[in-house]
């Protein structure tokens, strides 16, 4: 049988063809020649806690990323794509799934990612359609049926690893594990040149994920480097922001007052992660360059995104989960060297999530989307058609350890933010328009209260369509577990240190007074 979607044949559908015709003895040389139909290679790059401004391409002159900078030359750029949850696990399975965490339910806290929807996720969906395929680096997602978690059996080439991993796993003397996933990749690349059939790469690097240890090869980039950002960054935590933050919010406050709340501090954070940043770089070009030598360039899209963004002291947050631009907004560079050349260096501004990641992967290879996915694919506007696109993204932050639990609804010009636990339940309202920073939350303002009112009614009704209940909120919400011992240890540590800071200031204010 011969599959088709979108008018294109599947692999598997080629497969079949080409032995039909074989077997039908010759018949092949007489039928008209029929437009070539390669089957396209993947490769889905993805770096940990890289937020959308934290490369060249995205407008930071500080950074210097010119491989990555160059798929989106060749390519296109997603200037408003988005995470629908901040946080590692949750987002790498959306990823994988096309679907959002209220729908999937996997997070650190509540389940595995059920079976059934690994079975609907696109590294599964290829392999069964004829793709080779290989995962290299953190897998991040804790799959049922699986030792550790890990579905190492669902890939040809798995070179994963659960956890967080070690940058160092050869020792100090030994290579840096960007340089090793590099060259897993690398070797992967090679025998599917041999091999010779379509191919599904996906590399997970850890970076720049804490701890921030930078291959010494980078250790001396970025020396005399004082990164631009930082007016919009408080002398204070949590400005700004609603009391639930305050009550709940111990690691991301411990994390401001650790990196963010001393300027000298801040700065070497940052340019620590863009000396980890800088490892990633290097090796994109090194993949991208074998592939190139092998020839495998021409029939190959490449994906370059990141699973969350990340707080650089903002609003006096640190870390990632909340739901501010800096947290949800990532980079996605996509290159199809077969499209339209005037396609090349593109920026698009249409709303996309991370959940449309897996629809488009699918529909690039030919296939159809199975009908759990709530994505869409992202190939039309790769190929500047003119439809109909979503005006509205939602996200969430629905792991009670990480509190303060919320969600939004977040529209070209506006984000309302809800926090749905606290009573009497809290928001923030973002002008976004001229307010790209989120320094005035206007939730309360009267002259926005029809716009507010007007967003609370729509954010219900992606609650219900993500979730798939009547309420919106799937009962495990409520009742997923949480370790009170780790945020207890967040406010502790947080309280000590800001003991210790408070003892520094007033010494060094008693000193300068004697």
């Known amino acids: 049988m011969i599959h088709r979607a979108r008018g294109r044949l ?110 609907q996720s696109y590294p599964v969906l290829l392999r069964r359609a004829g793709y080779r395929t290989g995962f290299v680096g953190k897998f991040g997602v804790d799959v049922e049926g699986f030792p550790k978690g890990l579905p190492a059996g669902a890939f040809d ?37 041999r091999v010779g059939r379509p191919f599904c790469l996906s590399v997970s690097f850890k970076a720049p994920h804490v701890p921030l240890e930078p291959d010494p090869a980078h250790a001396h980039l970025y020396a005399d480097t004082v990164p631009e950002r930082g007016g919009h960054v408080p002398d204070r935590e949590l400005t700004g922001l609603p009391g639930a933050y305050r009550d709940a919010a111990w690691y991301a406050r411990l994390e401001w007052l650790s990196h963010f709340s001393d300027p000298a501090a801040r700065r070497d954070f940052i340019l620590q992660r863009y000396r980890l940043i800088a490892g990633v770089d290097a090796e ?46 990532v980079p996605l560079i996509v290159r199809c060297p077969w499209l339209d050349p005037r396609r090349a260096g593109v920026a698009l501004d249409q709303l996309a999530a991370n959940i449309d990641v897996a629809p488009t992967i699918l529909d690039i290879a030919g296939l159809a989307p199975p009908p759990g996915m709530q994505g869409r694919s992202l190939l039309p506007l790769l190929q500047g058609e003119g439809v109909a696109w979503r005006d509205a993204i939602f996200c969430e932050n629905i792991i009670k350890e990480r509190r303060p639990m919320c969600d939004a609804i977040r529209t070209p010009d506006w984000k309302l933010i809800t926090h749905f636990e606290h009573r009497p339940i809290q928001e923030e309202l973002y002008r976004l328009s001229d307010d790209p920073r989120e320094l005035r939350n206007l939730a309360d303002d009267p002259a926005c209260r029809e716009t507010r009112d007007g967003l609370r009614v729509r954010l219900q009704q992606l609650r219900v369509h993500y979730s798939g209940v009547d309420s919106g909120f799937p009962e495990w919400i409520a009742t997923q577990r949480e370790n009170a011992a780790n945020w207890q240890g967040y406010r502790a540590g947080y309280l000590k240190l800001l003991r210790e800071r408070e003892r520094e200031n007033t010494q060094k204010t008693k000193g300068g007074t004697e």
């Open 157 to 193: 080439q798995f070179d994963g690893f659960a956890g967080q991993g070690s940058y160092f796993p050869e020792g100090r003397g030994g290579r840096h594990l960007t340089r090793i996933m590099g060259d897993q990749a690398i070797g992967f690349l090679r025998d599917c040149a």
């Open 10 to 119: 599947s692999p598997t559908g080629l497969f079949a063809l080409a032995a039909a015709l074989i077997v039908a003895g010759g018949c092949m040389v007489a039928m008209s020649p029929a437009p070539a139909a390669t089957p396209r290679n993947i490769i889905v790059l993805l770096t940990d806690d890289q937020r959308y401004d934290d490369l060249g391409c995205t407008g930071n002159r500080d950074l210097r990323t010119p491989h990555i900078d160059a798929i989106s030359r060749d390519g296109l750029l997603f200037r408003n794509f988005f995470v629908t949850s901040s946080v590692c696990m949750a987002s790498r399975a959306s990823l994988f799934t096309g679907r959002a965490e209220r729908s999937h339910a996997c997070n650190f806290y509540y389940r595995r990612l059920a079976g059934d929807a690994w079975e």
């Open 284 to 329: 994109v070009g090194r993949i991208l360059g074998e592939l190139s030598r092998l020839g495998l360039d021409r029939d190959t899209a490449v994906f370059f995104s990141s699973d969350n963004g990340y707080y650089y002291g903002e609003h006096g947050l640190g870390t990632k989960f909340y739901l501010h631009e800096e947290s949800i907004r």
